[in-house]
C-alpha cells in the first residue's frame, strides 16, 4: 500500500508515529510461533489480537502502514470526507426547513482535509504497533517472504510457523489506459491528501468509491464527471436503487457517461485530457476508481506452495485453507466480499479453523454492504437478479419511504425498503434499502436473516414511533395481509357476526 500523507502535517506524523513508528525495532524471533499473520489491515489485525487474546504466540507482519486500507485510505478517511459534504449540502437546502442564511456558503476545503487527517489520526491508537506489542504480539515492520512451507523472513529474521494467515488486502486496480502512466491520477490512497479542491474532476468508475467521491467532491464545490462502462451505476445493487443514486448525483452537480470507455489519457499543460468516444474532456484532476487488485505480488507464495489468481488473490477452501493447510488467508486478498466488516467476520473464522480445529464454513455467513451515498445503499443477500439466476422463486415486498411518517418529516423520503422472501413462505432470502441511513437500517434484516427470522417477526416487533426503521414493521404487516385468504376472511366475518 503506498499512501500518500503530508510530511509537514502534524495530524499525519501522529499517524505515522502509531501505525509505522521510526524508532520501531522488530523483536527477535523466538522459537515456533503458533500464528504467523502476514498484514496489518482490519483482517490482520483481529487475527493477530484474537490469537494473542486466546493465549497463541503470534507474529503480526506489515510492510507498510498499520491499519490498512481501513484505517489510512478508506473507510476512515471516506467517510470523515462525506460528512463534510453532506453538511454543505445540509446547509445549502437549510431554506426548506425554514431558515435562511446570509450570503452563499463557502466550503473551505483546506479546513476540510484537515478535520479528515485529523480525525485519522485520533482514531489510529487502535491499530497502532505499540498497543498490539502490549497485547503480546511480536509486531515486524518490513517486507515478508515465504521460504519454505513453514517459514517465512522478514527484515533479515526467518520465522518458523505452525500455522500463517495471509490478510495482505487489496489495492486499487489500475486500468490498462494508453497514457495514463504519464499522468499524475489519484487514487483512494492518494486523494485524501489534497489540500486544494480541484475545480474538474474526472471519475472513472461508478462502483461504490467512486460513486461516493464523485458525490462528496461535487457537493464540495468540484465540478465532476463520473466516467462508467455499463448503463448503470452501482451493478452489484438492485436496479431501482442505482436509479435513485444516478438522481442524487446529478441534482449534485454530477455529469454521468454511461457506456464510456476511456481510450486514452495525456497531459496537456496543467490539465489532463481524456479522450472519450464522445470528444475530448479537460480536467485538472483524474481519480481511479475501477475495483480492487488483491496483494499477492512478492510473497513467495510458490515457496510455501499457495495457489493464488492476479485478480481473485489467494485460492481457499470454504474454511479459508489455502492449498498450504498450514496457512489460512482473510479479508480482501482472498474474498469477493471486499468490506471492512466481511474481513473482520473471515478474520474471526480464520483463527477459529486455523489454530482449533474448526470447521466453521464461510458460506454460511449473512454479508451486508452499504454504499454511502447520499442516499445511502444497503444490500443483504440476493438481489432479485440473483434469484432468477438461481432459478428460485421468491416474493417482492415494497415499502416506499414516502409512506413512513419519520422520513417525511426529515425530508428523507426518497428510497424504499424492498425484501426478498422465498415464495410461500415468510423467510428472507434478500433485502435492499435506499434511506439517508441504510447502513443502519440493514442491521435489522441481517440479524433476521442470520438468525432465521421472517417477516412475521418483524410484524410483532415494536419499533419506536417515529423512526425511519417503521417501514420494516410495515413490510411484516404488507406480508400477514397476504396470509388473509378468501376463506379466512369469511369464516373471520361469520365468527364476528355470531358474537355480536
Request: charged share 20%; with cysteine; aromatic share 6%.
Amino acid at each position: 500500500m503506498t499512501v500518500s500523507l503530508l510530511a509537514d502535517d502534524p495530524d499525519d506524523r501522529r499517524l505515522l508515529g502509531q501505525v509505522r513508528p521510526a524508532d520501531w525495532v522488530n523483536p527477535s524471533p523466538v522459537g515456533r510461533y503458533n500464528l504467523v499473520v502476514i498484514g496489518g489491515g482490519p483482517a490482520g489485525l483481529v487475527c493477530a489480537a484474537g490469537a494473542a487474546g486466546l493465549g497463541a504466540r503470534v507474529a503480526l507482519i506489515e510492510r507498510g502502514l498499520l491499519g490498512g486500507d481501513c484505517l489510512n485510505t478508506g473507510c476512515v478517511p471516506s467517510k470523515a470526507l462525506l460528512r463534510c459534504a453532506r453538511a454543505a449540502r445540509q446547509v445549502r437546502d437549510a431554506e426548506q426547513f425554514g431558515i435562511r442564511l446570509p450570503g452563499v456558503p463557502e466550503v473551505d476545503f483546506a479546513a476540510v482535509m484537515a478535520r479528515l487527517r485529523r480525525l485519522r489520526a485520533d482514531l489510529s491508537p487502535n491499530d497502532a504497533a505499540e498497543r498490539f506489542r502490549a497485547l503480546g504480539v511480536d509486531v515486524f515492520l518490513g517486507d515478508a517472504r515465504f521460504t519454505g512451507r513453514d517459514r517465512v523472513e522478514v527484515a533479515g529474521s526467518s520465522l518458523h510457523f505452525s500455522k500463517a494467515i495471509l490478510a495482505t488486502g487489496s489495492r486499487p486496480h489500475i486500468p490498462d489506459i494508453a497514457g495514463l502512466a504519464s499522468v499524475e491520477y489519484l487514487t483512494n490512497e492518494s486523494v485524501f491528501a489534497l489540500t486544494k479542491l480541484p475545480a474538474r474532476l474526472a471519475v472513472l468508475g461508478g462502483g461504490p468509491v467512486g460513486c461516493e467521491l464523485a458525490q462528496a467532491f461535487a457537493r464540495l464545490g468540484s465540478r465532476v464527471t463520473l466516467l462508467h462502462d455499463t448503463d448503470h451505476l452501482l451493478p452489484r445493487d438492485e436496479p431501482a436503487a442505482s436509479a435513485i443514486v444516478a438522481d442524487a448525483l446529478r441534482r449534485d452537480g454530477v455529469e454521468i457517461l454511461y457506456n464510456t470507455q476511456l481510450a486514452r489519457v495525456e497531459r496537456d499543460g496543467e490539465q489532463t485530457v481524456l479522450h472519450l468516444p464522445s470528444g475530448p474532456l479537460a480536467v485538472d484532476r483524474l481519480l481511479i476508481a475501477a475495483g480492487r487488485q488483491p496483494n499477492v505480488e512478492s510473497l513467495g507464495l510458490e515457496a510455501a506452495g499457495v495457489m493464488w489468481h492476479d485478480r481473485l488473490g489467494v485460492i481457499v477452501d470454504d474454511r479459508l485453507r489455502t492449498h498450504n493447510p498450514r496457512i489460512y488467508a482473510a479479508g480482501d486478498v482472498c474474498s469477493l466480499w471486499k468490506f471492512t466488516h466481511a474481513a473482520d467476520a473471515l478474520a474471526r473464522i480464520a483463527v477459529q479453523n486455523a489454530l482449533f480445529l474448526g470447521r466453521r464454513p464461510v458460506s454460511t455467513l449473512t454479508v451486508p454492504w452499504c454504499t454511502y451515498t447520499d442516499p445511502e445503499v444497503a444490500q443483504v443477500g440476493l438481489t432479485e437478479a440473483d434469484a432468477a439466476n438461481r432459478r428460485l422463486a421468491v416474493q417482492r415486498f415494497v415499502q416506499p419511504l414516502a409512506h413512513v411518517d419519520r422520513a417525511v418529516l426529515d425530508g428523507e423520503a426518497e428510497g424504499f425498503v424492498q425484501v426478498l422472501v422465498r415464495a410461500g413462505t415468510d423467510r428472507l432470502v434478500g433485502a435492499t434499502v435506499v434511506a439517508a441511513h441504510a447502513g443502519e437500517l440493514i442491521g435489522e434484516l441481517s440479524l433476521a436473516m442470520t438468525n432465521g427470522l421472517g417477516l412475521s417477526a418483524l410484524a410483532r416487533t415494536i419499533h419506536p414511533y417515529p423512526t425511519q426503521a417503521e417501514a420494516l414493521r410495515k413490510l411484516g404487516d404488507a406480508y400477514n395481509r397476504t396470509r388473509l385468504r378468501p376463506w379466512i376472511k369469511n369464516l373471520l366475518e361469520r365468527w364476528l357476526a355470531w358474537n355480536r
